[in-house]
């Protein structure tokens, strides 16, 4: 049974670019978030999509945007980057309602690099 | 705002030594309190979690307890090994919060010596 899955696993970019990150979320799950982790930092909640709705959103700016597809999975786009975009972004997803509302399933993460 | 403060790392133990990283949270009302594990290369795993006071949460030999009277969720193990070596994050979904939306903690870096 496959889990989270992100792509890429690794990418560069420079300021000013725009960035797409992609997550599958774990097979029977239905609901996706995405996190931020600086280096040597927790991670922090950008925001959560259920039914292809953005549905709660942490104290991010508008240039990181997202959405999700009929099939569940998600993308995550963060426009005119600026360095301290550079982190490591992970995808979590679990089931809404039911035994399972309670857990999140991380994915590995995109580690993105701004220069 | 809900909140989560853990102890500083990293930590340094020899194998079989007892473990006690410190969490203690902010929030209001009755958050749900969970344990996640970072190894190298991968992504956060629930290690244990607990949704109500004076509840233990328990998984792979660590252990848990929701303290109220404290706001604290202190991650223990008696015996740790080498494969224990992690990053360790205190996280809480605030009271009728999204499942989606956790807070966590800085981590606390674990390093087990043979």
């Known amino acids: 049974d496959a889990g989270v899955t992100q792509s890429p696993t690794h990418l560069i970019k420079t300021r000013g670019q725009q960035v797409t990150l992609r997550c599958s979320p774990k097979?029977?799950?239905?609901?996706v978030s995405w996190y931020q982790q600086a280096l040597g930092q927790g991670p922090q909640f950008i925001f959560q999509?259920?039914?292809?709705?953005?549905?709660q959103r942490g104290n991010f700016p508008d240039r990181f945007s997202g959405h999700q597809f009929p099939n569940y999975s998600s993308e995550l786009n963060v426009n005119a980057l600026l360095l301290g975009d550079s982190a490591l972004y992970l995808c979590?997803?679990?089931?809404?309602?039911?035994?399972?509302?309670?857990?999140?399933?991380f994915g590995a993460g995109s580690r993105l690099t701004v220069l | 705002g809900n909140s989560v403060t853990q102890m500083e790392g990293p930590v340094t133990l020899s194998e079989e030594a007892f473990l006690t990283i410190n969490c203690t949270y902010t929030?209001?009302?009755?958050?749900?309190l969970f344990w996640y594990v970072q190894y190298p290369g991968e992504g956060l795993q629930l290690l244990l979690k607990?949704?109500?006071?004076?509840d233990k949460g328990s998984n792979k030999g660590f252990e848990a307890t929701y303290r109220k009277e404290t706001t604290s969720f202190h991650l223990e193990k008696g015996s740790v090994q080498v494969s224990d070596s992690a990053v360790y994050f205190c996280?809480?979904?605030?009271?009728?919060?999204?499942?989606?939306?956790?807070?966590f903690g800085k981590g606390t870096k674990l390093s087990v010596k043979p």
């Open positions: 607990a949704t109500k006071a004076d």
């Open positions: 979590a997803s679990t089931l809404a309602g039911g035994s399972g509302a309670n857990v999140l399933t």
């Open positions: 097979s029977g799950h239905d609901t």
């Open positions: 996280a809480l979904r605030g009271y009728g919060g999204s499942q989606g939306n956790l807070i």
């Open positions: 929030a209001t009302g009755y958050p749900s």
């Open positions: 999509y259920y039914e292809e709705e953005e549905r």
